[in-house]
């Protein structure tokens, strides 16, 4: 996991996508000021990083466009497609499924079926709080039902990722999140926040629980005026982390708003996480032992015994 920071994300309005498990619960319409934005463009390239527009579903001005088109970046909402619910046909290479739980089980055969249209698909689930250990069977069996089509994608050289099972194969290292350590986000407000979903929180009124001292329900991190100020910023590091250091379900959510939200602790994942986390991580296990038997070889990924890491108290 990096240590650094590398990505900067710029809401450009108060109803920006939803592009992860939280939900964008505002509905009015807060273009960030023109200044705002160009001041944000210009912090990221001091700073040298990669930045995601986060875009609402209306066309910009067209001064914001110039403003945008002067710095290398990738548009959220636009050439990353978010849907959700899903489609017959992708007209994407990058999409982004929300869904429930319970609407990927179902859709399962759906979401089969559009692997071989797609060159990444990311499925992320945005009610993992309501996820019981009666669904661990049915969840496993969706799995298993892409890794079907995926299979036979490999053997024909055709490579489709999906996050929640690929990406796994790939990583040596805990590659998650990274809010607040590896990206930073800047609101309409010119404040920073460690994930988008923190200022959905303060918009709404939900009180502080994070690890810095604000009044109110403020939940920002700095702004562009005083700069980025992230108190206790080690709490957020995954050497911090006893539970989450030494596991190898590398390519887990680790969503530090969903931490705070279920456990009260930033670095701290809950049961639900964990559980629907190494679901998928052997998943992965199972798909790169099928392609091994291919003549595709990958890097093995152990078997384990365990579905959340708390179980096994004594490795970490």
């Not at 009124?205 to 690890?211: D, W």
């Not at 910023?233 to 006893?242: E, F, G, N, S, Y």
């Not at 798909?287 to 291919?294: F, G, N």
Request: aromatic share 8%; net charge negative; glycine share 4%.
């Amino acid at each position: 996991m990096k240590s650094y920071l590398q990505y900067l994300v710029i809401l450009l309005d108060d109803t920006s996508v939803a592009y992860c498990h939280a939900e964008n619960p505002l509905k009015e319409r807060n273009l960030m000021p023109l200044e705002t934005l160009k001041k944000a463009i210009l912090f990221g390239m001091k700073e040298n990083l990669m930045i995601q527009f986060v875009y609402p579903n209306y066309e910009l001005p067209a001064e914001y466009n110039e403003a945008i088109e002067s710095i290398d970046h990738v548009k959220i909402g636009r050439e990353v497609q978010i849907l959700n619910e899903v489609p017959q046909h992708i007209s994407s290479d990058n999409v982004v499924l929300r869904l429930s739980v319970a609407e990927f089980i179902a859709k399962q055969y759906d979401l089969a079926a559009l692997l071989p249209q797609a060159k990444r698909l990311n499925i992320c689930l945005v009610d993992i709080e309501l996820f019981k250990d009666v669904q661990i069977d049915e969840y496993k069996n969706a799995l298993d039902t892409l890794n079907a089509v995926l299979v036979n994608l490999y053997k024909s050289q055709k490579q489709t990722q999906v996050n929640i099972i690929t990406d796994r194969l790939q990583l040596t290292e805990m590659h998650n999140c990274e809010a607040g350590i590896g990206n930073i986000t800047i609101a309409p407000n010119g404040k920073f926040y460690l994930c988008p979903a923190f200022y959905y929180d303060e918009k709404q009124g939900v009180s502080n629980k994070m690890n810095h001292v604000t009044k109110d329900a403020s939940r920002s991190v700095g702004d562009l005026e005083a700069g980025l100020q992230i108190p206790n910023k080690q709490l957020l590091q995954l050497d911090h982390a006893p539970l989450c250091r030494n596991c190898d379900a590398y390519h887990c959510n680790r969503c530090i708003w969903l931490n705070q939200k279920l456990t009260w602790d930033n670095n701290t994942p809950s049961h639900q996480q964990c559980v629907l986390s190494h679901i998928e991580r052997n998943a992965a296990r199972e798909l790169s032992i099928k392609l091994h038997k291919a003549g595709l070889g990958l890097p093995e990924i152990k078997e384990i015994d365990y579905l959340d890491p708390f179980d096994v108290k004594e490795e970490w």
